[in-house]
């Protein structure tokens, strides 16, 4: 059974994170839309206002996967929550407990912190994400959508 370990990222760890985005967003059949550089991770996960942080998986010292997170709120719960923005493991890892390891550690931290739930979201279409996802307890909500601001349609919201 290999050593695996969960460790928090650091700075160093940028160009390993960027290189996992990168094949996250291949598997997902959005590379196209990677338009971060190794400098925007620095700032956005290690800089002084960063409101996500980031967990690197190791296997026997290699790293292997890698998740983002940040803490939210639920106003119902008037409790914060902790939200999984992007979870990855290599796939000559997968199958290994890599995944696993990364929920439970988070889990974790969500549970020591006090938060009331632990959410994420899933691509409809990713079927061994979501058996592996509902083989921990995880529960699929189907009576929300998400919905999304970003590019021109972000700058007429805000003007």
């Not at 997902?28 to 839309?33: L, M, R």
């Not at 292997?64 to 639920?74: C, D, E, I, K, N």
């Not at 279409?125 to 959508?145: C, D, L, M």
Request: aromatic content about 12%.
């Amino acid at each position: 059974m290999p050593d695996i370990t969960i460790k928090k990222a650091t700075i160093t760890d940028s160009s390993q994170i960027l290189k996992f985005i990168t094949e996250l967003a291949t598997y997902e059949k959005a590379k196209h839309e990677v338009v971060a550089k190794k400098a925007d991770i620095e700032t956005s996960l290690f800089g002084k206002d960063s409101i996500a942080k980031a967990i690197i998986c190791e296997m026997d010292d290699n790293p292997v996967g890698f998740a983002v997170y940040f803490y939210s709120y639920s106003t119902w719960l008037a409790g914060n929550c902790l939200y999984l923005e992007d979870l990855y493991v290599t796939p000559g890892s997968r199958g290994t407990g890599a995944g696993k390891a990364l929920l439970k550690y988070l889990a974790q931290l969500a549970v020591n912190k006090g938060c009331q739930r632990f959410e994420w979201s899933v691509l409809g279409w990713n079927k061994t994400a979501i058996e592996f996802y509902e083989s921990i307890g995880a529960v699929p909500q189907h009576e929300w959508t998400k919905y999304r601001l970003s590019d021109t349609a972000l700058k007429r919201a805000a003007e």
